[in-house]
């Protein structure tokens, strides 16, 4: 107890108190706040519970020189019980968006629609053909063109033209869907769809014939793939021969006469259809 004197006449000048402003507020004599400081005289604990409130600190550090310790127990028990209900709290929240298909689609697409038994899917016929110009003797300038486009927001573009090998040209689209958690649409050259065992395969045959200074040729399904991206694929086709005329595909010198300009036309495509089925709408 004989440092209290200490930690009081520490506290007094750290606020920036004299011994009589200090004696003022606790209605005591200059000569006693003067004696506490020296260790002449030993406040009683009514008092030193006075002197903390006056220089607005705690009785611990008045007595002891450093502030009461918060209860750790308290502190652990308070961040223990709002970290259970955060994760409480995120985990019905990942449930409910599970649940109402938000998150599968927003992770997985077409994908997880397609494998998720709530949901229907549907085919039909994208009737019409479509047409796009390419520039074979500039094949980065034709990506991004459109093929296809609808008011659903499904849309076919220009995915690459490469060259396998000299004179032989491949034309690739790339789908672009439309994935919402109740329902998507995709229009493509060849569209998956879920057999009973949950596998994938592709549906339908897309045809395509391009056209040159009146010419007109078959072109060939060079490829296709599966969902490569949540709401779309890839499918394409051969353009040209490196082997000189033929019936079959242009050749280089049918290419030259046209300063490598072809358009492709693009017809059977496939529109799928998911939806949402009704039971599974009160999310």
């Not at 968006?97 to 998720?116: A, E, F, R, S």
């Not at 220009?158 to 439309?178: A, L, N, P, T």
Request: charged share 20%.
């Amino acid at each position: 107890m004989a440092s209290v004197g200490t930690h009081i006449k520490r506290l007094r000048a750290a606020r920036g108190l004299t011994q009589e402003a200090l004696a003022e507020r606790l209605f005591v004599t200059r000569q006693a706040v003067s004696a506490w400081e020296t260790g002449k005289a030993l406040p009683d604990v009514e008092t030193l519970e006075r002197i903390a409130a006056a220089l607005d600190a705690d009785v611990t550090e008045v007595i002891y020189g450093v502030p009461q310790a918060p209860d750790m127990r308290r502190v652990r028990r308070r961040w223990a019980l709002i970290g259970s209900s955060f994760v409480i709290i995120i985990a019905l929240f990942v449930i409910i968006l599970h649940g109402n298909g938000m998150l599968g689609t927003w992770t997985g697409g077409l994908q997880y629609q397609l494998g998720y038994p709530v949901y229907r899917a549907s085919y039909e016929d994208a009737a019409g053909a479509y047409s796009v110009e390419l520039d074979l003797w500039d094949l980065d300038s034709n990506v991004g063109k459109v093929l296809y486009e609808d008011s659903t927001g499904c849309r076919i573009t220009v995915w690459k033209v490469d060259e396998m090998r000299d004179g032989i040209y491949r034309v690739w689209f790339r789908s672009h869907g439309v994935c919402r958690r109740n329902g998507s649409q995709l229009v493509s050259g060849t569209v998956p769809y879920q057999t009973g065992s949950a596998s994938w395969t592709d549906k339908g045959l897309p045809w395509a014939a391009a056209s040159a200074g009146g010419l007109e040729r078959d072109c060939p399904v060079a490829g296709m793939s599966g969902l490569n991206w949540k709401d779309g694929n890839e499918f394409g086709f051969y353009l040209t021969s490196g082997n000189g005329p033929s019936d079959r595909f242009f050749s280089a010198a049918d290419i030259d006469r046209q300063d490598g300009k072809i358009t492709v036309t693009v017809s059977g495509l496939t529109r799928l259809s998911t939806e949402r089925m009704w039971y599974w709408y009160f999310y």
